[in-house]
């Protein structure tokens, strides 16, 4: 049940202190990994790219959490928290997809987790004034426009915000994340947490961020 499939890997991202796997959306069959519940939701999609993404995406942190626990993955399911953000057993993960690909994340005891995939494409030009800080990105950048709002859908997703609020709320400078407007006030909330930033370029032609509380410990996953 921990293998590793093929176009999928698995490793501690040290800084954060956080395991990510990546796997490949294209083909996969979700086997005995699903619960009952998850197999009702994965035939609920109509669309089957949007199928194809969620089956990748669990089936990457369901193997996260069986590494963990050493359960198989059909009894570890994944729903989500009282703030939208996936939860087995009061641990909490993140998951993304983006062009192909779906990750997910898991650090035992963390209390804040995001991760997001990026593809890194060329943006409209209004999509660097919209929703980036002329301090934070001096002048349109594929790659770094990229690797910015891959951090901030992560802190969005840690933040358990999705796009409810500003990307702009957001200000990045190297590996520092700060908040401003919804999305401080959702910081303050949960007690203003202190996390860290990790990127990484990876896999070939993506930004993958994650951003984890330092909280340590290892909350057991029932």
């Known amino acids: 049940m921990n293998t590793v499939r093929q176009h999928e890997t698995s490793a501690l991202w040290p800084a954060t202190e956080t395991r990510v796997r990546t796997i490949k959306v294209e083909g ?8 009952h519940k998850e197999v009702k939701v994965l035939s609920s999609f ?8 969620w089956l990748a995406g669990r089936l990457a942190a369901k193997a996260l959490l069986a590494e963990y626990t ?6 570890l399911e994944i729903e989500s928290d009282l703030l939208g953000r996936p939860s087995c057993g009061g641990a909490l993960l993140s998951i ?5 690909w779906a990750a997910a994340a898991f650090k035992p005891g963390s209390s804040f987790l995001g991760l ?3 593809k890194i494409e060329d943006r409209h030009p209004a999509w660097y004034s919209d929703y980036f ?11 770094e426009g990229t690797r910015l709002w891959a951090v901030k859908e992560a802190a969005m997703k840690a933040l358990g915000l999705g796009l409810m609020a500003d990307p702009i709320d957001i200000r990045v400078a190297g590996e520092k994340v ?18 860290v930033l990790e990127t990484r370029r990876e896999p070939e032609g993506f930004w993958t961020a994650v951003i984890a509380g330092r909280t340590g410990g290892d909350k057991k996953v029932e």
């Open 28 to 35: 996969l069959l979700p086997g005995q990994d699903l619960s």
């Open 133 to 143: 800080h002329p301090a934070e990105l001096p002048e349109p950048d594929a790659s």
């Open 178 to 195: 700060s908040f401003l407007g919804k999305t401080l006030e959702r910081y303050r909330e949960l007690g203003s947490p202190a996390f």
């Open 96 to 100: 993304s997809h983006s062009g192909g």
């Open 46 to 53: 109509r669309i089957e790219k949007r199928r194809a993404e």
């Open 70 to 75: 050493g359960k198989p993955p059909a009894e």
């Open 116 to 118: 997001d995939l990026e």
